[in-house]
């Protein structure tokens, strides 16, 4: 069984920093392209960023750009996203996502909250 | 960035109708490899996001057959068929064409 668990969030305050994990299971970790998903609270979904099955390559959502970084370490099965700089409007619930056909989301975490307020 | 408009906002349905929701792009999604690049999601309150189709017509695995999708370059539509009460939820478009991926604004379905 497919399984993905987030972890990392919390209440931080804007300016600030926050790594959050997302642990992988059931599958082969290093053959997928992995995303990060965020949807704020009431809201829909918007995709954050990918990276490749090594990490050599990664994409960013223009909104978080410069800002936030993805990394992944394939011996320990598990997907990074380095938050720096947070603004309010990045208060969200963060998904990690596995890439499936034709550029979709086939497998989904259940989320960490991630709250900035001063 | 690609802009994915959905319709209606909220669908009422009786058990065991059926239910149709549309999503348009902003630019075509069909790639020159043939495939159409649009997926299909469902958020069942409290949870997460499960995958329901990708490239228009295309079943995730363990997705019952009442549910399919249809379309042209930039309309597309989530058809259920005899709709459960385990279908209700939001709705959500996206595309996987090119960067930035974006998604629609969610279809709500509602039962009578």
């Known amino acids: 069984e497919v399984k993905l668990v987030e972890s990392g969030g919390g209440l931080l305050k804007p300016g600030g920093s926050l790594k959050l994990s997302c642990v992988a299971s059931g599958f082969t970790f290093s053959n997928y392209w992995m995303h990060w998903v965020r949807q704020a609270p009431g809201k829909g979904l918007e995709w954050i960023g990918e990276?490749?099955?090594?990490?050599?390559?990664?994409n960013y959502a223009p909104s978080i750009k410069d800002r936030f970084t993805i990394s992944r370490d394939n011996a320990k099965n598990t997907l990074y996203l380095q938050m720096s700089s947070v603004r309010s409007e990045d208060t969200a619930t963060y998904f990690c996502?596995?890439?499936?056909?034709?550029?979709?989301?086939?497998?989904w975490g259940q989320g960490t909250l991630v709250t900035v307020s001063s | 960035d690609i802009v994915m408009t959905q319709a209606p906002l909220s669908v009422s349905v009786t058990p065991g109708e059926s239910a149709s929701i549309s999503c348009r792009s902003s630019k075509s999604l069909l790639h020159s490899n043939g495939n159409t690049y649009v997926n299909w999601y469902l958020q069942k309150p409290g949870k997460s996001p499960q995958f329901l189709i990708y490239?228009?017509?295309n079943l995730a695995s363990g997705v019952p057959d009442r549910f399919s999708g249809s379309g042209s370059e930039t309309d597309f539509t989530l058809k259920i068929s005899k709709v459960e009460t385990e279908d209700v939820g939001v709705y959500y478009c996206g595309h996987g064409l090119e960067y930035p991926y974006t998604f629609g604004a969610g279809t709500k379905l509602e039962l009578k």
């Open positions: 990276i490749e099955y090594d990490g050599t390559e990664t």
């Open positions: 996502t596995t890439e499936g056909e034709g550029g979709s989301f086939a497998y």
């Open positions: 490239r228009m017509s």
